[in-house]
């Protein structure tokens, strides 16, 4: 990669958000086999940092600032892309709990796995896990996945545009951060065009 180039820089954005929704994606489908499929984009995504050493004309700076805002993407990718999903396919629905399992941390913590049901009795296809403990039989508002791909999820979590407003903020910082890691490199490729 020549330093300081813009189609470069424009190819790298591109690029990071295709891997940050893979990366969601896989990672919301769940099972171990999806998860191992996930940590393919979300290692690329650690890789994204790096790459600016060599288009800011071998500053440091720029890859610094970018994996702070890389690790911010990794923390909203396990939701955002899923959240987006249910919000635009999703069909709100009041489920009744029927069956509960706990699955225990090591602090000795529940991570409660769910059977809900629909308004016909019909169990609902996914996984449906909280740290909340609902009572057998009790109502729970919820987002479901036509398809069946996704767990339901928490209407009221999917109503919350917290990981949409840090995701912004992370795909802002990473795209400046990028800009300014090519601004450096044209500008020292300007002054030693030898180095081309």
């Not at 996914?126 to 909340?132: A, K, S």
Request: aromatic share 10%.
């Amino acid at each position: 990669m020549s330093p300081g180039r813009w189609p470069h820089a424009a190819l790298l954005v591109a690029a990071t958000s295709l891997v940050w929704l893979i990366a969601g994606f896989a990672g919301a489908l769940g099972g171990s086999l999806w998860w191992v499929v996930a940590a393919v984009p979300s290692a690329a995504l650690l890789v994204v940092p790096f790459l600016l050493f060599r288009l800011s004309a071998e500053r440091i700076w720029p890859t610094w600032v970018a994996l702070g805002f890389v690790f911010v993407l990794l923390l909203t990718a396990f939701a955002g892309p899923a959240d987006w999903y249910l919000r635009a396919a999703g069909t709100r629905t009041t489920a009744t709990v029927r069956d509960v399992s706990c699955m225990e941390s090591r602090d000795g913590r529940c991570l409660y796995n769910y059977t809900l049901h629909d308004a016909a009795g019909e169990p609902l296809p996914g996984e449906f896990r909280d740290t909340v403990e609902y009572e057998s039989g009790a109502a729970v508002d919820v987002v479901v996945d036509p398809r069946g791909l996704l767990g339901p999820r928490l209407a009221a979590d999917l109503d919350s545009r917290v990981f949409d407003v840090i995701t912004l903020i992370g795909f802002a910082g990473l795209a400046a951060t990028i800009a300014a890691a090519t601004a450096l490199g044209r500008r020292a490729t300007a002054k030693h065009p030898a180095a081309k």
